[in-house]
């Protein structure tokens, strides 16, 4: 535990079942800027939803629940939300994204609470969404009889500091299926979830999906705080977004009657074949569609891309090059967000701008992006708008440094997706979009390689045993 700073340490209030708790028991650091927050001493004994308390929500008709979602999303749209403005003023202090991109990220993602998109989410994940209302009765091809529910699991979301998104499609995700939440706040970002429970608490202090609700933090990898709480008897899934070493360090919790659904750290890349700069107008929108997909969340994001692939001669892909550190340079500006790079990485890049043969460089390390070319992928992590182009004879040789890392692969031609995405599947690849449009997915696809949602629910089953045969009259 660190001292807190001489003004005074920005306060981080814990959410539990509806109430707001405020206090000063433990001072911690945030990740990336080392800001300090104070929070109040955990509650063990109220964030724990018992085994023998039916959960708030499990006989609230998922339609109710959606109608509740919608009424939150509209009351966080307001520009006049109290609870939302505060929490961008203390986000300001500790997260490395400027307030500006906070704001514009968390303010897109209010658009998951949207009636539409919450029913589709519903539809794809379950062959039939009345399992979570109902018992849902089936008959097996010899007449058995059984009644199967898609029962309210009890949840521990371990969330990621880079998108405030990531709460609000949480918090959905954990009403949708009528769970029993309790949210693991990062260091990144101790405020977000809270304010958003906060304005559900705001238009019904009572309601079951505010009562299913807690959001905390302790300091990742803490083993008084995750060896007390993830248990069996506590919680059926932990659902965990995160870095290798935070998904790593939760997967020795799991067992049996506790399982391990997570979101991995993934690596995003960019394939772009030479039928793409084929002519001026072509390259600048390859270039254009390949800025997009590098600079989500200023390249934070796990969809963001950092290896672009591209198919052509030397010349031609040294051309788009050059339009794509300007189009990534125009992004950085526009965001607002423009630092030095670390002095690691400067000393790494200028040590390849020796290297004129095998490696050639656009930019500078100032944080208005910059673009390596080479003919293998550089052996560091591009981050802070870095972007390795690597230049192929062929896209399929892209295949080789694909895995199951690999999340999102965008391709430009279009026409290029369909020949590829067995391949680029067989090796591990999850998602195959368009270049460009890496950010929006459709909803009610699969992330990560899973419904989510499937994952979450308890699949219980009733046996009824054998139907009576109506074709034998009774005696």
């Not at 906060?198 to 505010?210: E, F, K, L, Q």
């Not at 989500?296 to 052509?312: D, H, I, P, Y």
């Not at 031609?316 to 965001?335: E, K, N």
């Amino acid at each position: 535990m660190s001292e807190p700073d001489a003004e005074g340490p920005v306060q981080a209030p814990f959410f539990v079942r509806g109430e707001v708790i405020r206090g000063e028991a433990a001072i911690h650091r945030s990740r990336d800027l080392g800001i300090a927050f104070a929070t109040p001493a955990i509650p063990f004994d109220r964030i724990v939803t018992p085994r023998g308390e039916v959960p708030p929500l499990l006989n609230v008709p998922t339609t109710e629940i959606i109608d509740f979602l919608v009424e939150t999303g509209q009351r966080l749209a307001d520009p006049g939300n109290p609870f939302v403005e505060a929490c961008f003023a203390r986000m300001a202090e500790t997260h490395v994204l400027p307030c500006g991109v906070v704001e514009a990220v968390a303010r897109h993602a209010v658009a998951y609470l949207d009636r539409g998109v919450l029913e589709a989410e519903l539809s794809a994940s379950f062959p039939d969404p009345d399992a979570l209302d109902r018992w849902v009765e089936t008959i097996d091809a010899s007449g058995r009889r059984a009644e199967v529910r898609a029962y309210a699991p009890r949840l521990l979301h371990v969330l990621p500091g880079n998108s405030p998104g990531v709460a609000i499609k949480s918090i959905a995700q954990g009403a949708l299926v009528k769970a029993c939440n309790l949210f693991k706040m990062s260091s990144a970002d101790p405020f977000y979830t809270v304010a958003v429970l906060r304005t559900m608490a705001a238009i019904d202090p009572g309601h079951p999906v505010v009562r299913s609700m807690s959001a905390v933090y302790w300091s990742g990898g803490d083993s008084l705080v995750e060896s007390v709480l993830c248990r069996p008897q506590y919680f059926d899934r932990i659902v965990a977004w995160g870095g290798g070493e935070t998904i790593t360090g939760l997967a020795r919790y799991a067992g049996p009657g506790l399982q391990l659904v997570s979101f991995d750290p993934k690596t995003s890349i960019s394939m772009i074949g030479r039928e793409a700069l084929a002519s001026d107008q072509q390259l600048a929108e390859a270039a254009e569609g390949a800025a997009a997909d590098l600079m989500m969340l200023n390249q934070e994001a796990c969809a963001a891309s950092r290896f672009q692939f591209v198919e052509g001669s030397q010349e031609q892909v040294d051309r788009f090059c050059q339009h794509f550190q300007r189009a990534i340079t125009l992004r950085a500006l526009a965001s607002g967000d423009v630092r030095p790079l670390p002095r690691d990485l400067r000393e790494q890049i200028e040590a390849l701008r020796l290297l004129d043969e095998d490696y050639r460089v656009w930019g500078r390390p100032d944080g208005t992006g910059l673009v390596i070319r080479s003919t293998e992928p550089v052996d560091f992590h591009p981050s802070h708008k870095i972007a390795n182009v690597v230049r192929v004879d062929r896209l399929e040789a892209a295949l080789a440094h694909v895995n199951v890392a690999t999340q999102t692969v965008g391709i430009a031609p279009a026409g290029r997706m369909a020949p590829l995405r067995d391949a680029l599947a067989a090796a591990g690849a999850q998602r195959v979009c368009p270049l460009g449009e890496a950010g929006p997915s459709t909803h009610g696809t699969p992330w990560d390689g899973m419904y989510p949602l499937h994952r979450f629910v308890l699949w219980v089953v009733n046996e009824r045993g054998r139907a009576p045969d109506r074709s034998v009259p009774p005696a």
